[in-house]
């Protein structure tokens, strides 16, 4: 079941409590594992067995055959969602975008960049002389 908590927290903490009502989530998994998550996910998710036998007990609401038919799917999947129009005062799209590039500006590494050479750091007030001090002193 750590697989299917892992799922739920991972969507909660990139999309908030309220994601199942904001995104549209696919999960496809060909391993027992993956299971757990299908559970997890039932109701909230479109989950995808990848097996190429029937006979394989799954709590995925639908089976692929083979990798090449998850490719295939989620080729349709772009299709459909491209033609489609977002929403202009959608905040779900707005959020679930920002969510999305925040996923993976965590996730995408990057060199470090060149950097300014060091300064150095502040002298101490002890050290740097006042020129206004240094003078007479008139009372």
Known sequence: MLTGRASIYILRTAFGLDWSERIRVIYAGDDVTDEDAM?????MAATFRIASSNIIKT???????STDS???MLKWVERHFSRRKPRA???TYKTARKARDTLHMQMSYHLPT???????????????SDKSSSGSESS
């Open 89 to 91: 005062n959608s905040l």
């Open 59 to 65: 709590s995925a609401e639908r089976r692929l055959s």
């Open 114 to 128: 060149k950097t300014s050479p060091k300064q150095s750091p502040p002298r101490s007030p002890d050290v740097i």
């Open 70 to 72: 998850v490719l295939a």
């Open 39 to 43: 559970l997890a996910l039932k109701g």
